[in-house]
């Protein structure tokens, strides 16, 4: 019944009859995540579309040992292979202690968008974002550090708001360094300089019990 709510609750499902959403989930897997762990790498077989529920989900690349953020996943997102013809994917997924996340059939995920355009739409929606998110990356990846910085700090905000309207006391968006550098794609101690800038305009703090930045 829960993870019928939280479909729901999805732009993705909220117009498709509650029938065809039971019999989906009827099929699907449910899994929760209490330590950060990886959900598959590029090297598995993946026939599977998956939907966030609660956490948060990283999707990133790795290219001489350097990792590089491709998208963060937040509640009523979706990731996995989305081309049924597709044996493996390019990228890594990795979920967030207390991730919990619903995994369908790509072919039984596919059936059910082509019989409700609303469904198909919003999808599409939530595809193109993320391409959009990686072109502007890859647009300011030659710029000066702050910019850079500045643009990873709007898009991980953006992405985690309506996650964040539903928690307690979590009314800023919160980040490691590690992370941070991981997602504008710098060192961490180009990152840190960048840090002390920011927090010296007022842009951002740092909380000085878990070293996180809170902006």
Known sequence: ????????????????PDEEIKQLLSKSSDECFHSKQTIYTPTDLQKKIFLVKTGEVTLFQTKGGKRMIIDIVAPGGL???????????DHFAQAAAGTRIC???TEDFLKILSTHPGAMLS???QLSQRI???????????GEAKERVLQ????YARKTKPFRLFK???????????????LAG?????????IQELVKDGIIEVDQETKEICF
């Not at 959009?132 to 030659?142: F, I, K, M, N, P």
């Not at 710098?186 to 960048?194: A, C, D, E, G, P």
Request: glycine letters at 2%; hydrophobic letters at 45%.
């Open 1 to 16: 019944m829960q993870a019928f709510w939280h479909l729901k609750q999805t732009d993705i499902f909220s117009e498709i």
């Open 123 to 125: 999808t599409l929606k």
């Open 79 to 89: 990731f996995g292979a989305f081309d049924p013809s597709a044996l493996t994917l």
């Open 132 to 142: 959009a998110d990686y072109e502007q990356v890859l647009v300011v990846s030659h």
């Open 186 to 194: 710098l060192n961490r101690v180009t990152v840190t300089r960048v």
């Open 152 to 155: 990873a700090l709007k898009r």
């Open 103 to 105: 995994g369908f059939a």
């Open 168 to 182: 307690m006391n979590a009314q800023c968006a919160r980040l490691t360094h590690q992370k941070l550098a991981q």
